[in-house]
């Protein structure tokens, strides 16, 4: 489970990071939680691993349990964030009176959608 959540853990931050930010806020966050998501299972990881599991006084199925739960709910919410974004691709941006501009470009949005599933 937490080879897993470390793969599309880095998934999710390789398609964000390979956009532009035409939202910072709301892609910021899924960063964030991509970011932390992936960091925190290679730390249990590595408490199983290591066999700190066994030296730890720690109702590791409730920790499991609520590490994904948390997890679960965070993910929620940077999915929506992303897919917020996502739906703003035909919106112009303007840089100035006469270029108008996508705020993401057709490759972007693409990225922009497989980082949101």
């Known amino acids: 489970v937490f080879l897993s959540l ?4 880095t998934i999710v931050w390789i398609l964000v990071a390979s956009t532009r930010v035409p ?7 899924v960063m964030f939680v ?5 960091f925190l299972s290679i730390v249990f990881l590595c ?3 290591f066999g700190y599991a066994n030296r730890i006084a720690v109702n590791w199925n409730q920790t499991d349990f609520l590490f994904h739960g948390a997890t679960f709910v965070f993910y929620f919410g940077a999915f929506l964030l ?7 691709h035909h919106f112009p941006r303007k840089f100035n009176s006469t270029t108008q501009e996508k705020i993401l470009a057709d490759h972007e ?9």
């Open 47 to 49: 408490v199983f691993l």
């Open 6 to 9: 470390q793969l599309f853990g």
């Open 82 to 88: 992303q897919a917020a974004t996502t739906s703003l």
């Open 23 to 29: 939202l910072p806020l709301l892609q910021g966050w």
């Open 109 to 117: 949005y693409n990225i922009s959608i497989a980082a949101s599933v």
């Open 34 to 38: 991509a970011v932390t998501a992936w």
